[in-house]
T-cell receptor
Framework: AQKVTQAQTEISVVEKEDVTLDCVYE???????LFWYKQPPSGELVFLIR??????QNEISGRYSWNFQKSTSSFNFTITASQVVDSAVYFC??????????????FGKGTHLIIQP | SAVISQKPSRDICQRGTSLTIQCQVD?????MFWYRQQPGQSLTLIAT?????????ESGFVIDKFPISRPNLTFSTLTVSNMSPEDSSIYLC????????????FGSGTRLTVV
């Protein structure tokens, strides 16, 4: 069975601070995908990144960066110089790959990020 | 990436009744997924809907309660049957995006309140 743990229920920081959201996963699959999604107060789910299990390169996209470490089963997300617009619930998710293609996602419980002005 | 139209966006229903949620995709997709997001909670996968075969349900979800149809490669419905207040949730459909770094696209959700 797959499991995603986001131990931080809520994080509150002041604007311009850096913040890291933790994600730890469990899976027996040798090939899998990891994702981060953002859910702002409006409710829609915004895709941020997908990482394959065989690609441990870290990724940077503007103020966002992701650190994938297979040895610790972690896929952490850092926002540099946070802004009020970053306030949202962030979900880490995991999927396997079956013979027919991508599987559905297993989500963590989410981290509510509050950026105070 | 695919665009999903999900209807209705919200509804208030009486307990004991059923509601059918529709999900229309602007391109053909093999698999569609249905999720539930209970108030203040994370998303939980209900079932996977493949065209031309029975939907595959996750543990804790059964076909009698959540029947799914998948008549073609661009459309699916989820019915929430014999509703109770505990079914009050947001229901979302999702499809895999194509491309080398694909994620999953989600519909805007159906906010269901059962009274």
């Amino acid at each position: 069975a797959q499991k995603v743990t986001q131990a931080q229920t809520e994080i509150s920081v002041v604007e311009k601070e850096d913040v890291t959201l933790d994600c730890v996963y469990e899976t027996r699959d040798t090939t899998y995908y990891l994702f981060w999604y953002k859910q702002p107060p409006s409710g829609e789910l915004v895709f941020l990144i997908r990482r394959n299990s065989f690609d441990e390169q870290n990724e940077i996209s503007g103020r966002y960066s992701w650190n994938f470490q297979k040895s610790t089963s972690s896929f952490n997300f850092t926002i540099t110089a946070s802004q009020v617009v970053d306030s949202a619930v962030y979900f880490c998710a995991l999927s396997g790959v079956s013979g027919g293609g991508a599987d559905g996602l297993t989500f963590g419980k989410g981290t509510h990020l509050i950026i105070q002005p | 990436s695919a665009v999903i139209s999900q209807k209705p966006s919200r509804d208030i229903c009486q307990r004991g009744t059923s509601l059918t949620i529709q999900c229309q995709v602007d391109s053909q997709v093999t698999m569609m997924f249905w999720y539930r997001q209970q108030p203040g909670q994370s998303l939980t996968l209900i079932a996977t809907a493949n065209q031309g075969s029975e939907a595959t349900y996750e543990s804790g979800f059964v076909i009698d309660k959540f029947p799914i149809s998948r008549p073609n490669l661009t459309f699916s419905t989820l019915t929430v049957s014999n509703m109770s207040p505990e079914d009050s949730s947001i229901y979302l459909c999702s499809v895999p995006q194509t491309g080398s770094n694909y994620g999953y696209t989600f519909g805007s959700g159906t906010r269901l309140t059962v009274v």
